[in-house]
């Protein structure tokens, strides 16, 4: 390949088209809009709800990683504090005890993330959702541990 060609995935690009800049989809679909073409400004109507949906489900998957990564620490810390607090009892119930909140945790986050993929108007719903189960659980481990504090 000549010098300054760009190679991507076997196809010879020209150095001349190496810094071509599409503008954002918003301005893409502002001048679609703009144009008065109905076929246009439906395609430019579908693109831009495409978008949204794309930056929603960003936006969701981002918290959601989030959300699980700090979960395993309170899980943790959660089943430590229940093994001391229940610890001579049936392992089985201590078990059940320390999974029902990783069930509800999963099913919030879960719950969480379809609700902020499904509209523009249930982001803030879905994404408060999502970080709701680490805040029960959160209040879970400090009351536990408050428990264990006082003996």
Excluded at 8 to 14: D, K
Excluded at 15 to 26: C, K
Excluded at 27 to 38: C, K, M, N, T
Excluded at 118 to 146: D, E, F, P, Q, R
Aim: hydrophobic residues 50%; neutral net charge; glycine residues 10%.
């Amino acid at each position: 390949a000549p010098a300054g060609t760009v190679m991507i995935s076997n196809l010879q690009l020209p150095p001349a088209i190496e810094n071509v800049t599409i503008p954002p989809p918003p301005e893409l679909v502002a001048d679609a809009r703009a144009s008065g073409s109905a076929p246009l400004i439906t395609l430019a109507d579908q693109a831009q709800g495409q978008y949204n949906r794309l930056l929603n489900t960003i936006q969701s998957e981002f918290n959601s990683r989030g959300s699980f990564s700090l979960s395993c620490l309170c899980l943790v810390l959660l089943g430590a504090a229940l093994g001391i607090e229940l610890r001579g009892r049936n392992p089985l119930a201590v078990f059940v005890v320390g999974f029902v909140p990783a069930v509800v945790l999963v099913l919030l986050i879960t719950a969480g993330q379809q609700l902020a993929e499904g509209g523009s108007k249930h982001v803030a719903a879905g994404i408060s959702l999502i970080w709701a189960g680490n805040a029960l659980l959160l209040a879970m481990v400090a009351g536990v541990y408050s428990v264990l504090l006082r003996r």
